[in-house]
T-cell receptor, first 111, second 114 residues
Framework: QKEVEQNSGPLSVPEGAIASLNCTYS??????FFWYRQYSGKSPELIMSIYSNGDKEDGRFTAQLNKASQYVSLLIRDSQPSDSATYLC???????????FGKGTLLTVNP | DVKVTQSSRYLVKRTGEKVFLECVQD?????MFWYRQDPGLGLRLIYFSYDVKMKEKGDIPEGYSVSREKKERFSLILESASTNQTSMYLCASSRPGQGDYGYTFGSGTRLTVV
């Protein structure tokens, strides 16, 4: 079974701290990796994509990819209460266009 | 602003009814998807389509069918609704091929079958 795994949380961090969200995947040939944010009762929203090993930064968000370890992470710097949401990791597994999602990590940022 | 529009935000149907969930995208995307999302189970793929009139089963197709007669529209059909199909249904679309083909999701339809 090809899978994407995340810690379900909840992950609780104080306002202003760095939140670190982790994801592992089972398929070595996966090429595309995404992070989605989902507020309670809303649909997922794409916040980051990464395709190459290393770091990719976008504002307060940094995605990190290590294909050898089959590991992708999302760092949120200067966390804000508005970052409180479930974060979904998505990976293309066995397909050029179909994504497999992790079950998500619930992040709570405390004021 | 690009959009994926789902026809209903909330829907209540009776057991045994035939239910149609509609999804329309205005981004000229080839790929369209239907997922359901349940607490503790995450997003599970029901069906997807990579072209007009083409469809493929996802991980949980039983009890569902789909229709894609036009590129912009992808319909999910519950042939005979059952209470275990009570869920949040999410439609998504994407562009095929290499590069950034992350999904764009619709706002979701919360279906309750009573």
């Amino acid at each position: 079974q090809k899978e994407v795994e995340q810690n379900s949380g909840p992950l609780s961090v104080p306002e202003g701290a760095i939140a670190s969200l982790n994801c592992t995947y089972s398929d070595r040939v996966s090429q595309s990796f995404f992070w989605y944010r989902q507020y309670s009762g809303k649909s997922p929203e794409l916040i980051m994509s990464i395709y190459s090993n290393g770091d990719k930064e976008d504002g307060r968000f940094t995605a990190q990819l290590n294909k050898a370890s089959q590991y992708v992470s999302l760092l949120i710097r200067d966390s804000q209460p508005s970052d409180s949401a479930t974060y979904l990791c998505a990976v293309n597994i066995g397909s050029n266009y179909k994504l497999t999602f992790g079950k998500g990590t619930l992040l709570t940022v405390n004021p | 602003d690009v959009k994926v529009t789902q026809s209903s935000r909330y829907l209540v149907k009776r057991t045994g009814e035939k239910v149609f969930l509609e999804c329309v995208q205005d981004m000229d995307h080839e790929n369209m998807f239907w997922y359901r999302q349940d607490p503790g189970l995450g997003l599970r793929l029901i069906y997807f389509s990579y072209d007009v009139k083409m469809k493929e089963k996802g991980d949980i197709p039983e009890g569902y069918s789909v229709s894609r007669e036009k590129k912009e529209r992808f319909s999910l059909i519950l042939e005979s609704a059952s209470t275990n199909q009570t869920s949040m249904y999410l439609c998504a679309s994407s562009r095929p091929g290499q590069g950034d083909y992350g999904y764009t999701f619709g706002s979701g339809t919360r279906l309750t079958v009573v």
